[in-house]
């Protein structure tokens, strides 16, 4: 499966934006979907992830609260919505698929597919 990322950009700490992820493929069922982030000079950070199902969604504790993410099916897309966002939260975020969509994880490694990222800047 492909991944295209979508939606990042310059935003003020406060503002909100929305990430989009669309999947190439006719499975998009059968795939778990998450978001990592990457700040320079840091490994991959767990951000958030959903079920096929869109029943079990994980978030990190750093974003809890002020992201959502979601999906919707029909569109083979996943979503993720961006709101308080602070300075810490500058990264590249990439989506990600998981081959196993009965079981949502906040491991990088359990995700076989990944995109080509998407850069979010906050500025203070």
């Known amino acids: 499966v492909q991944l295209q990322a979508s939606g990042g950009g310059l935003v003020q700490a406060g503002g909100s934006l929305t990430l989009s992820c669309a999947a190439s493929?006719?499975?998009?069922?059968?795939?778990?979907m998450g978001w990592f982030r990457q700040a320079p000079g840091k490994a991959h950070e767990f951000v958030a992830a959903?079920?096929?199902?869109?029943?079990?969604?994980y978030y990190s504790d750093s974003v809890k609260g002020r992201f959502t993410i979601s999906r919707d099916n029909a569109k083979n897309t996943t979503y993720l919505q961006m709101n308080s966002l602070k300075p810490e939260d500058t990264a590249v975020y990439y989506c990600?698929?998981?081959?196993?969509?009965?079981?949502?994880?906040?491991?990088?490694?359990?995700?076989?597919?990944w995109g080509q990222g998407t850069l979010v800047t906050v500025s203070s």
């Open positions: 990600t698929a998981d081959p196993i969509s009965g079981a949502v994880t906040r491991t990088a490694e359990f995700y076989d597919y």
């Open positions: 493929t006719r499975t998009f069922t059968s795939y778990s």
């Open positions: 959903i079920s096929w199902t869109g029943d079990t969604i």
